[in-house]
């Protein structure tokens, strides 16, 4: 008579299922936790702003031309003063495309001496906004003698004021994010 010995044990198949069932639910959790995701694209988004900004600047100086940002609820261009025709155009150099940001950011700007302008919080009916395309004009400019007109630009997730990231001009007139410089010190 035989006498059957089990062994004790897992077999192959009950390893692999119990690794795939672990497969499944971390990437669950991944995915679900990973709500830093926004707050890393908001980062990525102010350090682009930042550094063409920074690069707005230079080419300003380089070619001689004087530089204007507008700041909208969804967007930022750049614009060049055209001498011949007294006025604002659309910037040539690809870097200095317009550049529309994603509808979970909320941006408010404030220049140098005027009061903070939150937007996207206002209406505009179409007249206006038809009258503001033909004669656009700069929120702050980047002039060819390096001088930087002093503004302000935050940036955050919308509706949640803890994720704000601030870009400025400091008393020098550089272009800097003080919380990157402070996080650095």
């Not at 004087?66 to 750049?78: A, K, M, R, T």
């Not at 929120?139 to 704000?164: H, P, Y």
């Amino acid at each position: 008579m035989k006498q059957l010995v089990r062994q004790s044990g897992f077999t192959l198949i009950e390893i692999m299922v119990v690794m795939v069932l672990l497969g499944l639910i971390s990437s669950i959790a991944l995915t679900t936790v990973g709500g830093g995701n926004q707050k890393r694209e908001l980062m990525n988004e102010v350090n682009r702003l930042h550094a063409v900004l920074r690069m707005a600047a230079e080419e300003s100086i380089f070619s001689n031309t004087e530089i204007g940002v507008v700041i909208e609820s969804d967007l930022y261009e750049f614009l060049t003063y055209n001498e011949s025709e007294g006025k604002w155009v659309a910037a040539e150099p690809h870097f200095l495309r317009s550049y529309s940001l994603p509808e979970w950011i909320s941006l408010d700007f404030q220049r140098e001496g005027k009061k903070r302008k939150i937007l996207g919080s206002q209406s505009e009916d179409d007249s206006s906004i038809l009258d503001s395309q033909a004669s656009k004009k700069p929120d702050f400019m980047l002039l060819s003698s390096g001088e930087v007109t002093g503004f302000s630009i935050n940036m955050q997730i919308k509706d949640d004021s803890d994720s704000r990231i601030e870009i400025k001009t400091n008393d020098q007139g550089e272009i800097i994010l003080p919380s990157v410089e402070q996080d650095e010190s």
